[in-house]
């Protein structure tokens, strides 16, 4: 950040004793204004910070609902496995006693009817394991469609957005996909001069070709953010230091 030091404190003394005061009291009022301004832009950074986090919070709340299901079906899965193979086993020995002579299936009546008791509870378990299972896997089934229908928004919205912005890449814009969202990134170069919060004549046409992607998607949210270098920047009465131009590089 080049700064020059300009030898104007005379100057400046001279020419407030000529200013009026109305003119003081516009200045003023023009300067309470811009305040009262910075304070509600930082207000609304805020509020986009709480609604980014919200939504983070959103996803990954999705993301681990959609693992806890697929988790329990997946042990519903064995359990049924099992119950089958039980009941497989249970049915062999059935047919087996039925087999023997009618001297032995007096002898066997009861173990019949024990038998026939288990293969009735393992068949009941059975339908329930089967209803819960088809529960699941159509719960599963929702949360799947549900994260890639945001996903290929995703990647219809990069998409857009890197054909819009063609001309740009490479040039101090890049575009990247990552965690559910799509990160557009412009640096100083592109947009800013030095110390500057003034759009440059590249950067209005970036940004009028990424606003118009984003009107033909009303349906997600947009953060803006605005950064500046490490440079401490000297206070000349319009800004106080590089937080503040941050704050008016993301508004502008």
């Not at 066997?108 to 024990?114: G, V």
């Amino acid at each position: 950040m080049i700064k020059k030091i300009v030898p104007v404190a005379a100057i400046l003394l001279l020419a407030a004793s000529c200013v009026s005061s109305k003119v003081y009291k516009d200045l003023e009022d023009k300067y309470t204004n811009l305040q009262e301004e910075r304070d509600s832009l930082a207000m609304a950074r805020q509020d986009l910070e709480t609604e980014n986090n919200k939504l983070n919070n959103e996803f990954a709340n999705l993301q681990k609902t959609y693992d806890d299901a697929l988790a329990e079906r997946n042990k519903l899965q064995q359990e049924k496995t099992a119950v089958e193979a039980n009941l497989a086993n249970l049915k062999d020995s059935y047919d087996a006693l039925e087999k023997n002579s009618s001297a032995n299936l007096a002898a066997n009546a009861k173990k019949n009817r024990e038998l026939l008791e288990k293969l009735e509870k393992e068949s009941a378990r059975l339908q329930e394991l089967a209803a819960t299972l088809d529960e699941r896997s159509k719960r599963i089934n929702e949360l799947e469609a549900i994260i890639a229908a945001k996903d290929e928004a995703m990647k219809k919205l990069k998409a857009s957005l890197s054909n819009a912005l063609l001309d740009f890449e490479g040039k101090g814009l890049t575009i990247e996909q990552r965690d559910g969202k799509v990160y557009v990134s412009m640096e100083n170069k592109l947009l800013f001069s030095s110390g500057s919060w003034s759009v440059g004549k590249e950067g209005k046409k970036a940004v009028e070709q990424l606003g118009l992607v984003l009107a033909e998607n009303k349906d997600i949210s947009v953060l803006i953010e605005g950064h500046t270098d490490d440079v401490p920047y000297s206070t000349n009465g319009l800004i106080s230091g590089n937080w503040d131009l941050s704050v008016k590089r993301a508004t502008a």
